[in-house]
């Protein structure tokens, strides 16, 4: 398998260390080894020396979240997220991706979308058509909410509305690369799919990006891939904290009191914790659960739901059960996707909310 020198480096690093083995969400979702990092280590250098096949670890490969926490983690600096995505575009290129999988990277390539969707709701619809007029400021919904949780991309649009934002919604969005990198890694196909999202959003000043995923992506790997993107791009709640801060949207109290699940793309990736955080002051009483900021653990995604729903569940389940652990009953997400993930879970104890629905109430 041809991965880089220093992803060899990292492997044979990884391979026989524990140190990250406590924090992996998809290992102690499990309970199986074989799912944590140590153990994908493990599985590529047999591959390296010719022990096993690439297609033999394949699903264990694609169990990895990247969520990042075990480079976080570690200590001494490996980092087997990098490795993980290596092996990845190495399978691809190889064609030795899964069949499920493949269909994922498919859906991307035909729909833009890796649930091959190719309508939005009608009340999405309904609501992009209201500012379908060009204007400086673009809200870049993303994938997961417009086909996935479109109520959810609503409520974004109907909060801007609230602050009297001047904003526009393409009907027509483009993908941000974001799954077919999560998918293949740094292929070339993910790379076009970036340059073609950075074309459209270079047509205006500011970009607001309402998934912390597209957000990671656009403000992190383009840059890694050599994608320029001319626009300001900012988070969605960054943008919403400032327009709070600047006295644009009013605040109301809700009584409530609640804990804020950070999502890694923003408190890792991008080291923003405070916005969301001022955004739920200002409507509510925030606790903070035990693991916040970039201690966070991940809460499950729509992605990986399509090939390991379960596991999802139980991923989603866990971190609940830690926000009951310190008394919560309500807990708020500013990510989509682990909206949706922890949504799904069966429970009546905590109140799962998004931060637009705190804002709007």
């Known amino acids: 398998m041809n991965l880089s020198e220093k992803s060899k480096q990292h ?58 926490a075990c480079v976080h983690t570690c200590v001494t600096g490996w980092d087997p997220v990098m490795f993980t995505k290596e092996t990845r575009l190495q399978a691809a290129l190889e064609g030795k991706l899964p069949s499920y999988i493949n269909t994922l990277v498919d859906n991307c390539l035909d729909k833009g979308n890796a649930y091959g969707k190719t309508e939005i709701c009608e009340k999405l619809a309904e609501a992009a058509k209201a500012h379908a007029k060009k204007t400086d400021t673009l809200l870049l919904l993303g994938t997961d909410a417009r086909y996935m949780v479109c109520e959810q991309a ?92 600047n006295g644009d949207l009013k605040t109301t109290n809700t009584e409530k009191t609640v804990v804020y699940q950070d999502p ?44 390991m729903p379960a596991v999802m569940n139980e991923v989603a389940a866990r971190r609940i059960f830690n926000a009951k652990s310190i008394g919560a009953t309500a807990l708020v997400t500013a990510c989509v996707s682990e909206y949706a993930s922890l949504k799904k879970a069966e429970q009546t104890d905590v109140e799962i909310l998004s931060i637009e629905d705190l804002i709007l109430g």
């Open 11 to 68: 492997v044979d690093s990884c391979r026989f260390c524990w140190m990250c083995h406590h924090i992996c969400p998809i290992g102690n979702a499990t309970g199986h080894e074989r799912s944590t990092a140590r153990a994908r280590a493990l599985g590529i250098s047999l591959v390296n020396r010719n022990a096993i096949d690439l297609s033999e670890i394949m699903d264990n490969i694609y169990e990895c979240c990247t969520c990042g």
């Open 264 to 307: 890694y793309q923003l408190s890792r990736d991008l080291e923003e914790t405070e916005e969301p955080r001022e955004i739920i002051k200002a409507f509510a009483t925030l606790n903070e659960m035990l693991l916040n900021r970039d201690e966070t653990v991940w809460a499950g995604n729509l992605l990986m739901a399509e090939y």
């Open 154 to 245: 609503v409520k974004a649009i109907r909060v801007l509305e609230k602050a009297n934002v001047e904003f526009s919604v393409l009907a027509d969005e483009p993908a941000s690369g974001a799954q077919l990198d999560f998918l293949i890694g740094a292929a070339d196909e993910a790379k076009q799919q970036m340059a073609a999202a950075a074309d459209v959003m270079n047509a205006y000043d500011t970009v607001v990006i309402y998934d912390p995923n597209d957000a990671k992506v656009i403000k992190r790997i383009y840059k890694e891939y050599g994608v320029d993107v001319s626009a300001k791009t900012v988070t969605f709640t960054s943008y919403v904290a400032e327009l709070i801060k």
